[in-house]
């Protein structure tokens, strides 16, 4: 038999003379490390790094939402990186409905006309996956459908013959609903013109709070950012049908009418509650920096809802036991 090995017997006092030591008199930093440091070599951090950005961005890809704002959050390295990575997906799905010549008008109209991208392409964006969008759903303000279906003529996608039928929680939301369709590739380009001056009118209207999200030239806006990062659709006034669940269901998203089966508090998004995006509370924002990276990340510059006095909610009942507004808790 072998000699049994025992675990080798420091002397207490050398042990603790090995154990770092951690000053109280040295003040812990208030504000987060500045956005460029140096990062001591022989590190873990070091070696993360020196790793090649392909690497990387495989590496951010497979985060989930609150990971890539948090990552952004870190340092001006990985702010640029997960923004890169937005615009990657976004330019993907754009791709898809505007050829790459044509991006950059596309964007600059947007600017100018102070319409949104709506719809699944967000939540697409946000959360990634490998699904495409059926079709490609702007908002508009009152009176902006000419100017884009004179852009959307030149880029070769003309008004279709049959309209589409307006969603009942839209009539009050939305003055038209425009199909445009591409003469080569028989795409669908959506046109919501808001009955106001604002574009958040018509998106917090959606049937679903996914689908409540928007994309403006420089800034991404997720009304349900938590819904959002745990892939959860939440059913607002107007129901979606049961071929739309089938297909949030394909594209990995959970889909719920009720809160009844939710185990913790509501917080900002219980149905009850009426939401304002006044002052931005329980609005997640992120600035993209544009198709050109130009826009500033502090800016005000492409935010929508600055001016906008609307508030809105789900529903009139919450069945969450653990929400303070729920019925369920006063039977
Ligand atoms: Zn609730």
Redesign the pocket.
């Known amino acids: 038999m072998g000699k049994r090995l025992s675990p080798t017997r420091v002397p207490k006092r050398r042990l603790a003379a090995t154990r770092p030591v951690i000053s109280r008199t040295v003040p812990l930093p208030s504000s987060p490390p500045s956005a460029v440091y140096a990062v001591p070599k022989q590190t873990a951090a070091y070696a993360f790094f020196s790793l090649s950005e392909v690497v990387l961005y495989h590496f951010l890809e497979a985060c989930s939402l609150s990971t890539l704002i948090a990552l952004s959050h870190t340092s001006a390295y990985f702010r640029t990186l997960v923004k890169s990575l937005f615009r990657i997906r976004l330019t993907q799905i754009m791709e898809h409905f505007i050829t790459h010549t044509n991006l950059a008008s596309f964007f600059t109209l947007l600017h100018e006309t102070d319409s949104a991208i709506g719809g699944s392409t967000v939540a697409r964006v946000l959360t990634g996956g490998n699904w495409m969008p059926s079709n490609l759903n702007l908002y508009v303000r009152n009176g902006g459908v000419p100017k884009w279906e004179e852009y959307l003529n030149t880029v070769l996608y003309f008004r279709c013959e049959k309209q589409p039928e307006v969603d009942r929680g839209c009539l009050y939301a939305t003055s038209s609903h425009t199909a445009f369709e591409s003469a080569i590739t028989g795409h669908v380009i959506m046109i919501s013109e808001s009955v106001d001056e604002s574009i958040i009118t018509p998106a917090v209207s959606s049937s679903n709070t996914l689908a409540m999200s928007v994309i403006t030239s420089s800034t991404i806006v997720a009304m349900y950012p938590t819904l959002m990062n745990k892939r959860q659709a939440f059913d607002s006034w107007d129901r979606p049908t049961v071929a739309h669940c089938i297909t949030l269901q394909k594209r990995g998203f959970k889909h719920s009418a009720s809160?009844t089966s939710w185990t913790r508090?509501?917080e900002w998004n219980?149905?009850?509650?009426w939401r304002r995006v006044q002052n931005l509370r329980g609005v997640g924002m992120f600035c993209w920096g544009g198709l050109n990276n130009n826009f500033p990340d502090n800016g005000r510059e492409g935010i929508p809802f600055s001016d906008v006095s609307l508030k809105w909610r789900l529903s009139d009942v919450?069945l969450?036991e653990y929400?303070p507004?729920?019925s369920r808790r006063w039977v």
């Open positions: 809160t508090r509501c219980c149905p009850v509650l919450c969450n929400c507004w729920s």
